[in-house]
């Protein structure tokens, strides 16, 4: 196993699955040292984090709820003390139910707007006093916030935050060399998208695109990569939309 202390550190928030498991096997594979966050699956985080250790990899597996500052506060210590200071913050945790704004729960606005915007808040903050000069952001935004199709009210607007956030944060930290940027990705084959679509619906989405398909998550972690990279050095305060062309 790689334990080299001076590698670049990576937290990627929701990575027990999905993009999020994606983009984490992605950096370690760059050579970063990957804290993979979770909420409550840690079956799958643990067997992630095993996976990349059996290829060599240095990575740990670490509970938190985005939402909530205080979690935040300890995935990052943790984070620190287990793999070191961090360079890469990637917020990819996420969760998304399509209903119409006249229909939808106080519960459903609340979760919605804790894990998409305060999440990411949380972090953001967090990152501004702990994150290594020089490092990288990339947060998570959607395409779905240029598409404005029924259903998406909510979802869309935590999303319009996100890119919000994006384009300030990476103007206060000048001066440190952090780049702040955003991925806004088009349809995705993960269960996030695809649960509760029927196939008919799956079809007409992977037929948006002029690519003529669903992204794939492996997609989007080759944006991040590029992002969290030296090579997109002179990219800052930036919505990357990696969607096939479908907007």
Do not use: C
Request: aromatic content about 6%; proline content about 3%; charged content about 20%.
């Amino acid at each position: 196993m790689n334990t080299v202390k001076n590698s670049l550190v990576a937290i990627v928030t929701g990575a027990s699955r999905g993009i999020g498991a994606e983009v984490a096997r992605r950096l370690a594979k760059d050579g970063f040292a990957v804290a993979v966050n979770y909420a409550s699956s840690s079956k799958e985080a643990d067997a992630l984090v095993a996976e990349l250790a059996a290829q060599g990899a240095k990575a740990v597996a670490i509970k938190a709820d985005v939402s909530n500052a205080d979690e935040v506060r300890a995935l990052f210590e943790a984070a620190e003390q287990q793999l070191g200071k961090i360079d890469v913050l990637v917020n990819n945790a996420g969760v998304l139910k399509t209903v119409p704004l006249a229909d939808t729960s106080d519960a459903l606005y609340d979760q919605t707007f804790g894990i998409n915007v305060r999440g990411t808040f949380n972090t953001l903050r967090e990152a501004a006093a702990r994150m290594n000069d020089g490092g990288r952001i990339v947060n998570f935004s959607s395409t779905t916030l240029a598409l404005n199709m029924p259903g998406y009210a909510i979802y869309n607007a935590t999303k319009a935050a996100v890119e919000a956030f994006t384009h300030v944060f990476a103007k206060e930290l000048r001066g440190r060399n952090i780049t702040v940027n955003a991925v806004a990705p088009g349809p995705i084959a993960t269960s996030l998208f695809l649960d509760g679509k029927t196939e008919e619906q799956i079809q007409t989405f992977a037929k948006m695109p002029p690519l003529q398909r669903l992204g794939q998550p492996e997609d989007i972690a080759s944006v991040v990569s590029f992002l969290a990279g030296p090579d997109a050095g002179w990219v800052n305060g930036q919505i990357l939309r990696a969607n096939g062309g479908i907007a």
